[in-house]
């Protein structure tokens, strides 16, 4: 058997394929594309996997054209489309927030007229990474929200679900959903992701509930092969879910899992079901992992960085990057991809995974020159 990657030429300049037997240089945001270069190659495939949310639907073109299972069109369509989504888990009896896609300004204060006292979000149908993710507390709030959406496009309106965020992660097995991790979610400003931890701190009923719940909202939306990314959030009355991604989750997740649960080859698992071999027993849970996003603060230009190369060499860190250096503009975060680097961590319990992940963000300082003020009077 053998591994084949596909990517966007840009992006395989800086990539690590030393795991794969060989990488097809194309477009795999474009289903046409994709399965131009895929069908060109003398193989006999067995399965795929997507890696990021805009690849979901070439690969769901891929698998059908060149006959191996993997996600479904119509499934890639509902995960992509979060209005389609939603409708999809209310009639499987899940609780959902009300929501509506609506095609401007009109249908949108109609909305909140008929959910008042709100508050509301406002967010694109198939956005990603928090990115245009705006929280309406009022109806007059509204056209500060839409600013700067583009014309034309119809756009998600719903209520907004207050309470802690989590997310599942696990792999289909013989069609059925089979959670390897719940993990425990702090957001910054905007509803930017900051960090994700495994285990989450949740009840035995909780666990149980959210277990249910998965299981159910992927079969309903027909997610039959592969790995899966499901959020949600704790509320008073409950599991409210929130996206389902046909893929693996980002932020290191899929590598915490495995480091969790000591045995645990989270692709392994894939493979063999790609394959019809009988799946392995789960690896139980005894360890911790966490990560934390680095945000640096406030906007200007970065002066000086120290103790970064300290602090990321303790044992206990898995994997680390700073994308920013002396001399980079620091602008505010907006969406996943403005944030500046990670440390992943790997721990004995969750409590000692957050000191662990706190001593290590103690020690790096990073300098700024604030936006406005001359160069050298930065604030650490």
Sequence with gaps: MELVGAERPAHLADADTSLLSSVVACDVED????VEALRALDATFVGGLAFRDLCVEPLAAVGEALGFP???PLTARTTRNKDLCREQLRQAALPQPASRLVNGREEALEFLGKTAPGPWIVKPRDGMGSADVDLVRSPDALDAALAGRP????????EFVSGPEYSADGVVLGGRPVIVALAQKSLGPRFVETGHRIPADMSATQSQDVHEQ???ALLAVGLTHGLFHVEFWLTED???LGEIHARPGGAF??????YVRPGLELYGMYV???LGAEPVPLPVLSRSAGMRHIIVEPPGRLVSVSGWEDAVSAQEVIAARLSVKPGDEITPVCWSADRHGFVVVEGASGADVDARLDQIQDRIVFEVTPTGQPTGSGDA
């Design 31 to 34: 289903p046409a594309a994709a």
């Design 214 to 216: 998965v299981e159910t």
């Design 70 to 72: 993997c996600v479904s």
């Design 253 to 258: 997740i899929p590598t915490m899992a495995e």
């Design 238 to 240: 409950g599991v409210v």
């Design 151 to 158: 014309a034309g496009v119809p756009f998600l309106v719903e």
């Design 272 to 274: 063999d079901d790609a």
